[in-house]
């Protein structure tokens, strides 16, 4: 028996009608990273490009698309991926590290971040995206740090893709993968393969190359959980831990979950889900992806760690979106540590505007009780506020864009005052 990684992983969830309140679907993640790792939120506009162009990702370069969707991308600031994201067609992506019985391989490819940002960039419906995902990781593999250090950090990964109508949720294990079309109305992901016997899609090969590893017999029901990792798939959401804790919020409001009842769930520390320590939340988003057409989808991103003392901050897609500033960190271009070889000899300043204003209200908080509870009550406020306003744009239809192409920036600025 292997012995168990470190619970060193994240939390994503989905509910769709009508688990989902309103004829919606609600996507949430909270990253958990190294607790003084940077994450960003950063824009990127829809591009064409060139037939033949290559595409420089975190550590290796792959053939670009010819065009490109607009994203908004949560991720840590030193790579070019994204933990989670959203694109201009109501995609939305979320990843986890997962490990199992195949070794996880030392050399660099693409990480499990950058596949969320490829599949946002070249997908318009979840199911794409999976296909897009699928075929880079047989092309080019994964694989590579995955954290900003010199101690190496690796894993497989699991992604939970959401978009206006259904949601899958795709496993890996080095190139050979199952994915699962969410059914049931709600499902969540974390540092475990869960994917059973429920299998949609998979790698051509992947039961053969379980038999020839003498993993599956060939002749019992194939359990991709059982059979890749060391995961006892009959105790999976009876069992202690964040997989099994979550299964229980997300069912305990099944039938009635909002945006506020998923940040709720992201806020919840006594589970586990809003991490604590050396590895922590650092980085929380919740997306409300309308059914009709004629609707906005509203992504709100914190943009700071613990999303029990962050605001999550509204983001709607809309022409003329400029790039988010006060959460965008500095870049460093070719002096950056992760971009010379050897790779992580140092690590600079990454901290943002909102960033800096965070930690100094979170210092306020600990050392300064009643101010501090004074100051987490008014950003209580104004996200109920924002989240009041999304709502009836949700409910009415009527959608001010000169209001909206600067939605998040304004509530950066409101939030930033307060603090």
């Known amino acids: 028996m292997a012995p168990q990684p470190p619970p060193r992983s994240c939390d994503t969830f989905v509910a769709l009608p009508p688990a989902a309140a309103g004829g919606r679907v609600v996507f949430g993640k909270n990253s958990d990273r190294p607790a003084d790792e940077v994450q960003e939120i950063v824009y990127f506009p829809a591009a064409a490009h060139p037939p033949g162009a290559s595409l420089e990702c975190t550590f290796v370069a792959v053939e670009q698309a010819e065009r490109t969707h607009a994203v908004v991308l949560s991720r840590p600031a030193w790579l070019w991926g994204a933990e989670m994201g959203a694109n201009e067609h ?91 079309k969410v059914e049931g109305g709600v499902r969540n992901i974390s540092n475990q393969l869960s994917i059973t016997t429920k299998i949609d899609r998979e790698h051509p090969e992947l039961r053969e190359y379980a038999k020839n590893k003498g993993w599956w017999d060939g002749e019992k029901e194939f359990d991709f959980a059982a059979t890749y990792s060391y995961v ?6 009876t069992s202690r831990g964040r997989y099994c804790e979550g299964y229980k919020l997300l069912n305990k409001h099944k039938g009635s979950i909002t945006s506020e009842i ?81 790779r992580f000899q140092n690590k600079p300043d990454r901290r943002h505007e909102l960033y800096k204003k965070h930690e100094s209200a979170a210092v306020v908080m600990e050392t300064m009780k009643d101010k501090g509870k004074e100051m987490l009550k008014e950003i209580q406020e104004l996200e109920k506020q924002k989240i009041s306003e999304m709502e009836s744009i949700l409910q009415n239809g009527c959608l001010d864009v000169t209001q909206v192409v600067n939605l998040f920036p304004r509530c950066i600025l409101v939030g930033t005052l307060t603090k």
């Open 90 to 180: 109501g995609v939305c992506i979320g990843n986890e590290a997962v490990w199992g019985r195949e070794e996880v391989g030392d050399e660099e490819a693409l990480l499990g971040m950058d596949l969320v940002r490829l599949g946002l960039e070249r997908a318009d419906t979840a199911e794409k995206a999976l296909t897009v995902i699928v075929d880079l990781l047989e092309k080019y593999g994964q694989g590579g740090n995955c954290m900003e250090s010199h101690m190496a950090f690796t894993y497989h990964n699991s992604f939970l893709i959401a978009d206006r109508k259904e949601a899958w949720v795709l496993e890996t294990s080095g190139k050979y993968w199952a994915a699962e």
């Open 232 to 237: 006892n798939t009959a105790r999976m959401i």
């Open 262 to 342: 998923m940040m709720e769930i992201l806020r919840d520390k006594e589970s586990g889900i809003n991490m604590e320590g050396g590895f922590m939340t650092t980085g929380s988003m919740v997306s409300v992806l309308p059914q009709q057409p004629h609707l906005p989808c509203i992504h709100f991103f914190t943009g700071t760690p613990d999303p029990a003392r962050s605001v999550f901050k509204p983001f709607i897609f809309v022409p003329n979106i400029t790039q988010l500033l006060k959460t965008s960190s500095p870049t460093f271009g070719h002096d950056d540590p992760v971009k010379k070889q050897p």
